[in-house]
């Protein structure tokens, strides 16, 4: 069965980084497009980041220039490193197979001013 397991999460303070890692299994990762979610506090959910299976991204304008996604098919795990982190950063991280509802359990970021 698919399975998502995100880790990496922490706190940090304003202006330093943290990479956070997806390790996928049970289906073809290389395959399909992958997407970093983030939660924050009675707030809706949001999309980030994506990556494509050909290694094309996109990005929200709100993490455009300080947030890279990539991905190791070879490892079967999507990355999503983080610099210049914000307080509004703070959220709970997933990431999604893409098209799907297959959503790992998240991982906690809180940024601290």
């Known amino acids: 069965q698919v399975q998502l397991v995100e880790s990496g999460g922490g706190l940090v303070q304003a202006g330093g980084s943290l990479r956070l890692s997806c390790a996928a299994s049970g289906y073809a990762f290389r395959l399909y497009t992958m997407n970093w979610y983030r939660q924050a506090p009675g707030k809706q959910r949001e999309l980030v980041a994506t990556?494509?299976?050909?290694?094309?991204?996109v990005y929200a304008d709100s993490v455009k220039g300080r947030f890279t996604i990539s991905r190791d098919n070879g490892k079967s795990t999507v990355y999503l490193q983080m610099n210049n982190l914000k307080p509004e950063d703070t959220a709970v991280y997933y990431c999604?197979?893409?098209?799907?509802?297959?959503w790992g359990q998240g991982t906690q970021v809180t940024v601290s001013s």
């Open positions: 990556i494509t299976s050909g290694g094309s991204t």
């Open positions: 999604k197979k893409h098209l799907t509802q297959y």
